[in-house]
């Protein structure tokens, strides 16, 4: 083996270590995990993946995070497209500034957010539901998208625009049939970033749900009983919720890495 190769495998073991732990402690119960060190369970259990699929306070959470986080995706790429081909192909007094503003959203804390959308909310009624997440989200993640797909459309030469209103395309036909394929790597670069920023963002989530809406990660945070937190039916849930990410990554991973290579990422 050459000494080049002892790092990054080095740096892959400990990367996928606390991973196989995790799926390691899901397959066995609560004592064994307190009780014994073992490499592999020594009383194999499918139980806590079983108590998730069939409460419906687990699986609930899962489909209320799936539900506010595709929301938010789609919103958040959506609203930016426009909005950076405007800084990418436009100058107009400020627009620096406005860029800068943009990004200084993305920079605050979500505790400082947390409050204001709370009482705004309850004030219109959207307490407790998925949407009142996935908008919430977009303060933070429709900048982030804007900043990734600019970089990529100035990469797309201004010519291309020109030829094709020469040719009589309007401009939503052109956007949409000729400009938008042309960057479908920076789109599957800021949808990853969209959706995994807003799949692990919890303070939100939980300041902003309470029962109809309650996300995975807050249900995981109150999963305790008289004898203390059940850590068998934690790494289940903390298994299951790697899932959706890595389906994620695997259908935009050209695109990933096209956007290392080329863009803003």
């Known amino acids: 083996m050459k000494r080049s190769a002892i790092v990054p495998i080095l740096y892959i073991f400990f990367l996928m270590l606390p991973i196989y732990w995790l799926i390691n402690m899901s397959f066995k119960t609560t004592n064994e995990i307190l009780g014994t060190f073992s490499l592999w369970p020594h009383e194999f259990t499918l139980d806590n993946y079983i108590t998730i699929f069939t409460d419906p306070t687990w699986y609930t959470g899962y489909l209320n995070s799936l539900t506010y986080v595709g929301i938010n995706t789609v919103i958040s ?8 081909y405007a800084f990418s192909r436009y100058r107009f007094l400020g627009d620096k500034h406005l860029f800068f503003w943009l990004l200084t959203n993305r920079m605050a804390p979500p505790a400082v957010f947390a409050l204001p959308f709370f009482q705004l909310y309850s004030a219109v009624n959207l307490f407790d539901t998925p949407l009142a997440v996935a908008l919430a989200h977009c303060l933070f993640n429709i900048p982030l998208a804007v900043w990734i797909l ?3 459309m100035s990469g797309v030469p201004k010519e291309l625009d020109e030829t094709a209103y020469v040719d009589g395309y309007s401009f939503g036909r052109f956007f949409v049939r000729i400009f938008i394929p042309t960057i ?3 789109i599957g670069v800021a949808c990853f970033f969209t959706f995994m920023f807003s799949w692990v963002e919890l303070l939100l989530a939980k300041t902003l749900t309470s029962v109809a809406a309650k996300p995975i ?16 039916l934690l790494a289940a849930a903390g298994t299951l919720t790697i899932i959706p990410g890595a389906f994620v990554i ?6 990933i890495a096209k956007g290392f290579a080329l863009g803003r990422v």
């Open 77 to 84: 790429v959506s609203v930016a497209l426009p909005a950076a």
């Open 217 to 232: 990660a807050a249900v995981m945070t109150r999963t305790a009983s008289t004898s203390g937190y059940e850590l068998g």
């Open 250 to 255: 695997y259908f935009v991973r050209n695109y």
């Open 150 to 152: 600019e970089g990529f």
């Open 184 to 186: 479908a790597a920076g």
